[in-house]
């Protein structure tokens, strides 16, 4: 017997919705990146301009004082930090085939071998930091976006109720609101840990007199962005070159690599991320490993962030629904 199977003008028009949706979003994915990362940089700094704004500075002048602090900052590092970061960056992998060879002499290290695997990740940071760099255009928009939304924060409300209306602008306001405060203050405590982290063990590799302390130091506190697995990789190669020195010195190293780890854990963390509740560990080295597979450095720059807007969405749903 042959069924008759029917599909409603309805189910059709949502088929074709999504569909249609689904290639808009495809197709103007590099506005939306745009918009995400303005609203982060809105996320982080909201704050600060509010209480600006309470010292009964205008708004706008508030904001463009931030940018101007920023960005000198960012000048400040690129010609104060930077040179004798690279310079200790190509002593260091310039003398690593060697201080392998001292400790394991019976690893045969080919360095001809090893560039042919390491060039790739060169070549895709080099282009990357080349990109931001270059597009100028982009930075721009992006600043220009925040600031905007920075300034029109506070009407906000008034415009989605005027869209979709009260209700439902009540609801949209309370999910974003909450998102943006769990997203910026995530941004702000992992900003901040991978700052504490860094200066912690600069000062200790300088105090135990480790050379290439500048560069460790950058490593470990870049690395503070992977759970788990990223305070240990930090590790291996300051340890290595404690090693080199002397084995007493390679186990200070290891010692204090070790000490650090546990303040981190159970003292730095809890107090600088406590605000930023309810992505587990697990959670973001997931979802920083998808990021970067999907989108490279920019999306292990912005997967926790998506997280946590995709979590604070679901949780409004379930709760509405329950």
Not at 17 to 28: D, R
Not at 38 to 46: C, G, N
Not at 71 to 87: D, K, R
Not at 141 to 148: A, N, P, Q, R
Request: aromatic content about 8%; cysteine-free; glycine content about 6%.
């Amino acid at each position: 017997m042959v069924q008759k199977i029917e599909i409603s003008t309805r189910t059709i028009l949502f088929t074709v919705a999504v569909i249609a949706g689904g290639w808009l979003v495809i197709q103007i994915r590099d506005i939306l990146f745009f918009l995400f990362i303005a609203f982060i940089i809105m996320s982080v700094l909201r704050p600060v301009v509010d209480r600006m704004e309470s010292w009964r500075l205008p708004r706008a002048l508030a904001i463009l004082l931030i940018y101007a602090v920023l960005l000198s900052a960012v000048f400040v590092f690129g010609s104060v930090i930077v040179p004798p970061l690279v310079n200790e960056s190509a002593k260091l992998i310039q003398n690593l085939p060697h201080y392998i060879s001292q400790i394991a002499p019976d690893v045969r290290f080919n360095l001809e071998t090893l560039i042919p695997q390491i060039a790739p990740v060169g070549t895709n940071v080099a282009r990357f930091t080349v990109g931001i760099f270059s597009n100028v255009i982009s930075i721009f928009t992006i600043l220009v976006f925040s600031f905007y939304f920075l300034l029109e924060a506070k009407r906000l409300p008034d415009i989605l109720n005027s869209l979709v209306g009260n209700e439902t602008g009540k609801r949209v306001i309370t999910v974003l609101s909450k998102a943006e405060k769990r997203m910026g203050a995530w941004v702000r405590g992992q900003l901040l840990l991978m700052l504490i982290i860094g200066q912690a063990t600069f000062i200790g590799l300088s105090l135990l007199g480790v050379n290439y302390a500048l560069p460790l130091a950058l490593i470990a506190g870049t690395l503070e962005i992977f759970p788990f697995i990223g305070p240990n990789i930090a590790a291996i190669p300051a340890i290595l070159v404690g090693f080199i020195a002397s084995p007493g010195m390679g186990v200070l190293v290891a010692i204090m690599y070790f000490v650090i780890q546990q303040l981190e854990n159970n003292i730095i963390v809890p107090a600088v991320l406590q605000r930023a509740v309810g992505v587990p560990p697990v959670v973001s080295l997931i979802a920083l490993m998808i990021g970067g597979r999907l989108a490279g450095v920019l999306g292990i720059i912005l997967a926790v962030p998506i997280v946590l807007v995709v979590q604070t969405v679901m949780e409004a749903v379930w709760k509405r629904k329950t």
